[in-house]
């Protein structure tokens, strides 16, 4: 197997068993331990401790060892670690947690973006809202093409609020959209009142009309939101 591929499988077997608690808080890791457990050589694992050290998870510390931190200190942001979390029994908590921040944040990005968008981006929205409402008003709300367009749709909101830190949520955003269509969560026909909102928000951006782009904003995270919090963890 070719180190880098090793590396990765070693990666995702530590990763996983300290977000689903296999691994809990404070226990102790060694590089010879990972190495016997896991296959791996040395640099394998010394770099697999390394990418989660980056993450918050855990801390090496001489004549200590490699020890699991509280989830307190893990970059909830991490991509990664969304993956994690959404392929074990923290999924629904996963879900759920990231359903809340957008509904604190998307509304105020589309404000943002009614008063900053430019015509392109503007255009754009529009576009990817009609993609949308294609795709789903046929019902292949579950397809890769949907998923492509929604993600799309939503990387570029959040971008045109001109806002760094809003920015940056895409990366979260896009990992929970993926996640969930990859694991069969996203139904083939959307949620009553889904595509509409995507329209509303992005005809509302290109009309400059911040307080109903924050309004419709609002109204389709909190769709989304209710939805996630049915489903099945």
């Known amino acids: 197997m070719p180190t880098s591929a090793m590396h990765e499988g070693v990666l995702d077997d530590l990763g ?8 809990p808080e404070g226990s102790v890791l060694t590089l010879s331990g990972i190495e016997k457990d ?20 855990v801390a090496s510390r001489r004549r200590v060892g490699i020890t699991v931190q509280p989830r307190e200190a893990w970059d909830a942001f991490s991509p990664r670690l969304i993956d994690w979390h959404l392929a074990g029994p923290f999924r629904q908590r996963q879900l759920e947690a990231l359903a809340e921040l957008r509904v604190a944040a998307e509304p105020m990005a589309a404000h943002l973006a009614a008063r900053r968008a430019d015509s392109r981006q503007c ?6 809202a009609d993609r949308l409402v294609d795709l789903g008003g046929r019902g292949l709300g579950d397809s ?8 799309a749709f939503h990387d570029l909101l959040l971008a045109a609020s001109g806002n760094p830190q809003l920015t940056a949520l895409a990366r979260p955003v896009r990992a929970v959209l993926e996640g969930r269509n990859r694991l ?7 949620v ?10 992005a005809l509302a951006i290109a009309d400059g009309d911040a307080e109903a782009a924050e309004t419709f904003s609002r109204s389709h995270m909190r769709t989304v939101w209710g939805e996630v919090s049915r489903t099945d963890g």
């Open 123 to 128: 255009a754009e929205l529009r576009r990817l």
């Open 192 to 201: 009553e009142g889904t595509l509409e909102e995507h329209m509303r928000v």
């Open 184 to 190: 069969g969560l996203t139904p083939p026909l959307p």
């Open 16 to 23: 996983r068993h300290i977000t689903d608690g296999r691994l």
């Open 144 to 151: 890769e093409d949907y998923l492509e367009a929604d993600v």
């Open 38 to 57: 896991c296959g791996a050589s040395r640099t394998v694992a010394r770099e697999a401790v390394r990418v989660l050290e980056s993450l918050g998870m």
